[in-house]
């Protein structure tokens, strides 16, 4: 299957939102997106996001500085806007196309009202106040059906899930560290 | 029903992290929790959080300045300490009793080796870096098995899903206001 899955995040202003756009684009990578576009130019923003993607594997990519309206304009297969005030998840999800290519737009504090018309479903996940990264990881598990959130990147850096410590097995050393350091 | 869910939040640093514990404690609300509890005293973050409680409706409360170690002693149900390290979300959560209290735990960057001994469990939304507040989002829709997110808290303020604007009910003013404004 050639399907792609885009996160589009509008409105990233590089002082204010770094580290919150760095959650959404770690979470659109570690939920099954394949890439996440930002609209505004951030270089920093890029290395923190390359190096996790070549430390913990996958093919996941980020450009900044993409020119939203136009992204949006040229995109072929669904546009799926998160908004607490769109259709409910729970009665969009169903009639959204998995076999499409998807788009998610997450927006900072204020989406221009245009993003509502060019997106071809807004979606509420939960009508309440909250968070995009909460919003597009809930999408993105429902989406899926829970299937993305436990799968191998075949990185460099795996860890081993462990209940009372820290298992990260570095190929790259071919050796195992085990709870290396605290915290 | 009186069990409650509290998640606690750990190295919340006013200035760097306020951004981020604000969507972790509008996630907490959002998706079912009773109350966020901070380690580090935050008069702006509780005002904020208090301010969507009050307009959104709901019993959510926030305490800042929390001393974690005692509340984490003191604590009578499982405490879930959320890590990447941790046991996998699909075996653990069948596992995790609903009838009893539960305190969730989120860490900002680096978290004590004690808290993984605290803690009851250490579970992982996923082994790979993404997003204390993507985790929690997760642990909790699937915790409640997908049935908080769309239930209604009774505020002031309620958002009526629809596909193309918004649709904000003010009970305060007794009318109904109809994409008041762009964005």
Redesign the interface.
């Known amino acids: 299957m050639t399907r792609m899955i885009v996160v589009l995040r509008l409105g990233h202003r590089p002082n ?2 770094q ?2 756009t760095t ?2 684009a ?2 659109a ?3 099954g997106a394949d890439a996440v576009w930002v609209s505004t130019e951030d270089r920093a923003l890029e290395k923190t996001v390359e190096s ?1 993607v070549r430390r ?1 594997g996958g093919r996941f990519t980020i450009r900044t500085g993409v020119d939203w309206r136009k992204a949006i304009r040229a995109w072929k297969g669904e546009v799926v806007h998160l908004t ?8 969009a999800l169903p009639t959204i196309k998995t076999t499409k290519n998807l788009m998610i737009i997450v927006g900072a504090e ?4 245009e993003v ?2 060019l997106a071809t ?2 979606v ?8 995009e ?6 999408f993105l ?2 989406y899926y059906g ?1 299937k993305t ?2 799968r191998g ?1 075949g990185g460099r850096l ?11 097995i570095d190929r790259g050393k071919g050796k195992e560290r085990k709870a290396p350091k ?2």
Not at 110 to 113: G, L, T
Not at 133 to 138: F, P
Not at 158 to 168: A, E, F, S
């Open positions: 204010r939102d580290r919150v959650h959404v770690l979470t990578r570690a939920l996790v913990f607490m005030y769109g259709e409910s998840l729970s009665k204020k989406v221009p009202r509502y018309d479903r807004n509420s996940v939960g009508s309440q106040p909250h968070s990264v909460a919003a597009l990881a809930i598990d429902r829970g959130l436990e990147f795996r860890i081993v899930p462990n209940p009372r410590g820290k298992t990260v605290q915290g």
